[in-house]
């Protein structure tokens, strides 16, 4: 029995791990959700990388954006520009039903891992998800002499703002979540998912405990490339490396990883880089990264399983 | 200038207000709407007697049930539904739109008066509305040795639990929401809406300053009767009279008012009840009560404001 603990952002990190769950057994595999994404919305406390993740492993997603449920209607959201709100950030009718139970049970006092737990069991997803902490860290972007809440940057100003720096408000103080710090110490595969290395995996590793037990790492760890020829498929990952001081390149993506995984996959059309990716002491794959199908999905997460 | 206080409950009194809101101008009615009834459903504050007149008097009311929203879609239900949440309290989309917002507002620390005053301004209603209390004060039905909260009640139940007696939990203690205790000593006319006199005007008459200041009114009181030929167009006021110890009748509904108005308006199908009344030393009009179209509202409406 193999124990595979996976570190997931949102859609890119969602398209393998439905891949991972078709050929891994619900029990041998923990995945750790990011959530310095979070945010509140009219006091509902939304968590998107966690429901982009549970959507898709519940086969509810909306395939054609990545997140939010398929067929979802915005009557909720379209009375509340009536009457005046906000609306940028948005909300489905169907997905509603996610962050109302989510804000009820945790104003009830549960915390966030246990109503993970309890909507993942709600929507039939087997596999554990687990928040990366309990407590509130908060994803911040600088740009000039702002700080702008992450969605706001992402969603409401469509990363239109120049990044000078990323801040993860509140990690250092945050404790891992539950079973995270057993499971990564005793795992014999830790995946870190195509996801953007800075804003999505970077709220984790900013987590002291959690940076420090990957470094201690005994299990090998293999990172998946969210950059494919110097882009992203969705997001901003490119911009981002760039204004923190990498090549926006999967060698940028590699150097941001060092001491945290021993292996790169890289897509075949960066298979040039290899060598340069190899002179950092990593081992690489080349493989097809892309994943449009569930069929390319399982393909990339048999690549990850047999890399290790 | 004559000023016009008014005790609302829920469908009756919404009918009787949209017709006095087109022959009485805003700045000379206050409407006290009846919180007794507010329950709590995943964590959203509910007022459906609020928003009920609310609902009416914005003209966006869903008039074949006299409440919610017309046209209303039900998709936030039914997920939650499919996700295994009780789902009895019938919440529409649009109508969710105003329990969200509410439960922010309060939770961000509003007052209860407060968040009616901005949904109301939001909704384009002009009339100022206010809960009876700011405070939490819930109707209770005490049936056998069970203490049934009450849209359990009324809504799940269907309203067919035997009724032993009727409490306002809080009541005691609460205080009348600010500018209730002003409006009611300087009020020239009093009107207690054709609502359930136990269920919905009750819990106004339990708050102590409330009751001492109509008792002690200089206004003229006018209560219109909800009970038509002993029985209730809507809800179980004939049954909870019944239960109470009064007559299911336009008397039963006169001797629960008692001290507290100085006239009842009674359908003419009762007319053969006014001597008895005003035997009890009320005065008695005899009215067509039955509002099913605004016309009616209006016609009731200028009874009323003619009769005192």
Request: proline residues 3%; hydrophobic residues 45%; neutral net charge.
């Amino acid at each position: 029995m193999t124990v595979t603990v996976a570190l997931a952002g949102g859609v890119g990190a969602a398209k393998l791990l439905r891949g991972l769950c078709r050929i891994v057994s619900p029990r041998n595999l923990l995945i750790i959700g990011n959530t310095g994404d979070d945010l509140e919305v009219y006091g509902l406390h939304i968590s998107p990388d966690l429901d982009i993740v549970m959507y898709t492993l519940a086969g509810v997603v909306d395939e054609s954006k990545g997140w939010g449920i398929k067929k979802d209607t915005y009557h909720v959201l379209r009375m509340l520009r009536r009457l005046g709100f906000e609306t940028w950030f948005r909300l489905g009718d169907r997905d509603l039903a996610t962050h109302i139970i989510r804000t009820h049970l945790l104003m009830e006092g549960a915390t966030l891992s246990e109503v993970t737990a309890q909507l993942c069991e709600k929507f039939g997803v087997k596999t554990r998800l687990v928040p990366m902490t309990d407590q509130k860290v908060r994803t911040k972007i600088v740009s000039g002499n702002q700080i702008i809440d992450f969605q706001e940057y992402l969603v409401k100003n469509e990363m239109k703002n120049e990044v000078a720096d990323v801040l993860f408000q509140g990690a250092d103080d945050a404790r891992p979540a539950l079973g995270i710090i057993e499971a990564l110490s005793q795992a014999d595969r830790i995946i870190v998912c195509p996801s953007n290395p800075i804003l999505s995996i970077g709220p984790m590793l900013a987590i002291p405990e959690i940076r420090k037990a990957i470094l201690q790492r005994k299990a090998e760890s293999v990172a998946i490339s969210p950059i494919i020829a110097g882009k992203t498929l969705k997001g901003p990952a490119d911009k981002i490396l760039l204004s923190m001081g990498y090549e926006a390149s999967v060698l940028g993506v590699a150097k941001y990883y060092t001491g945290l995984v021993d292996r790169v996959i890289i897509d075949r059309v960066d298979a040039a880089q290899k060598v340069r990716i190899e002179k950092l002491g990593l081992k690489v794959t080349v493989a097809d990264t892309v994943m449009k199908t569930i069929e390319d999905s399982v393909d990339l997460a048999r690549v990850v399983l047999g890399s290790t």
